[in-house]
């Protein structure tokens, strides 16, 4: 405990060694690890920046990169592991470049602070992490509308409250999903544009007396834009919270995806089955073959939510600027960035192969329920009739089948004339399940034609 800092990043100031323990409890290298291209990455520009701008010599920069370089290549053989004395990813490259081109190594953090130095290699990392995501969702969209193509035509009860409401195209129903993928798209591109500022150079918190130029570093690392307050710089998370609540999102969307297929594979509904490739099964009933997957993205999406709660509560009682505090988000972001991409991948796999449609059992629910009495109320308000005199008429003749145990189709042209006299044969055609599905052609609804044309825009977006 009396051994002086020698290896420390820290000044003369300290005089006894950290205790073990706190030195365990401090260090950050176990995850910070995580960002040691984009801090080698970043670090090669900033010592390019102090080259051109005199601060450090040209061949003072020249060997700073080259050192830096030199760490990358070791990084990736996997000779260059540093553990917990490192206590961070930054001291650990600093260290090593020192080791590797000497004393011109401490000059590499002239002008930079850590403060400045992890916010720029958390957004550099989180900028190839939204593109690889986006990725991503252009090929779950894929997929989805791979699937709804070939199901146009194929009819699946719709649901409101759980209950049957009306009968819609598979394909719509596919599509809807897609468009909450875009949506995920399009906000990732928001968050990737608040993302893509640049803060190094900021510091500690209040700028540096070095005659640096930040926007020449920010230039080589690909920022649009630089900080324009050194304080918001160095202690702004608002670009990660912003991810994780598109993180967020995108998790209540495959998640309410992972609902659907879990009851669609269900005995009770029958709708599709689960392939060998994307089931598991029981450790005691031989029969089962279990959804897995979407129980697992289902159960997933509570962890990416707690990731941005926690943030939430880290950033709301930090004072400016820089506090220790914000050391926590690099596991949250990490954790939520890994969770989004594998149930991404994993949803896209069982979509693609592992979901097969019954269109015989869908064909036959959308036979067996009332789904289709909006349908003969509406076609009353075609021949006049009041919609909510229909809308009444039509509870009423419902109620009459229930109790004898009857659907609409199976009425007699009498028995609906005795409803109103202004039905007549072509009922039976307009309360067909095929019919029902076909006549909502409003925009945006369910019928084949506009579901056609969504497939078009669909494909159109997807290739913008």
């Known amino acids: 405990m009396n051994k002086e800092r020698e290896t420390s990043g820290w000044s003369q100031r300290f005089e006894l060694a950290l205790h073990p323990a706190i030195a ?47 760490i990358r290549t070791e990084y990736r053989q996997g000779t260059f592991q540093p553990g917990v004395e490192a206590e961070d990813v930054h001291f650990a490259v600093e260290r090593r470049l020192t080791e590797i081109v000497g004393d011109v190594g401490k000059k590499l953090h002239t002008a930079r602070s850590r403060n400045d130095q992890v916010g720029t290699d958390t957004r550099l990392y989180l900028r190839d992490r939204i593109h690889q995501i986006r990725q991503q969702l252009r090929q779950f969209q894929q997929v989805l509308l791979d699937l709804a193509e070939v199901n146009v035509e194929t009819i699946i009860p719709g649901y409101t409250h759980l209950q049957r409401a009306q009968p819609v195209s598979l394909a719509h129903h596919l599509l809807a999903y897609l468009q909450m993928a875009q949506r995920d798209w399009e906000r990732l ?26 926007h020449y570093s920010a230039e080589l690392l690909g920022f649009a834009d630089v900080y324009a307050n050194s304080l918001d ?19 209540v969307h495959l ?32 029969q089962k073959k279990n959804p897995d997957v979407p129980e697992l993205v289902r159960g997933k999406s509570g962890r990416v939510f707690g990731h941005l709660q926690a943030l939430l509560v880290l950033m709301k009682g930090l004072p400016l600027a820089y506090n220790k505090d914000l050391q926590e988000d690099k596991e949250a ?44 109320a509406d076609y ?34 009498e028995e609906w004339q005795q409803l109103h006299p202004a039905i007549e044969a072509d009922i039976y055609e307009a309360i067909a399940p ?20 969504a497939l078009e825009a669909a494909r159109q977006k997807i290739r913008d």
């Open 434 to 453: 095929r019919q029902v599905v076909a006549a909502r052609n409003s925009y945006g609804g369910t019928g084949f034609g506009q579901v056609r044309q």
């Open 255 to 286: 998640s309410r995806l992972s609902e659907e297929i879990i009851f669609w594979v269900s005995e009770e509904f029958g709708f599709a089955k689960l392939k060998d490739s994307c089931a598991t099964g029981s450790s005691i009933m031989p």
């Open 24 to 70: 365990r409890f401090n260090a950050s290298i176990s995850f910070d690890i995580e960002l040691i291209e984009y801090d080698l990455t970043g670090s090669v520009a900033h010592a390019k920046m102090l080259a051109r701008t005199g601060i450090i010599s040209a061949e003072e920069g020249e060997q700073l990169v080259a050192g830096l370089e030199r």
């Open 233 to 251: 710089g160095v202690s702004d998370r608002d670009f990660a919270i912003e991810f994780l609540a598109a993180a967020s999102l995108i998790m």
């Open 333 to 376: 972001l990490f954790d939520a960035v890994k969770t989004v991409q594998a149930c991404l991948e994993a949803m896209t796999i069982l979509l693609k192969e592992g979901l097969e449609f019954r269109s015989e059992r869908l064909a036959q629910a959308v036979e067996s329920d009332f789904s289709n009495a909006t349908d003969v």
């Open 189 to 214: 591109g928001d968050v990737y544009r608040r993302t893509n500022i640049s803060p190094l150079g900021c510091g500690a918190l209040a700028g540096t007396t070095f005659p640096i130029d930040r």
């Open 380 to 413: 009353l308000a075609a021949k006049g009739v009041p919609f909510r005199e229909a809308y009444n008429l039509v509870g009423k003749v419902v109620k009459t089948c229930l109790a004898a145990n009857k659907l609409l189709k199976d009425l007699s042209l």
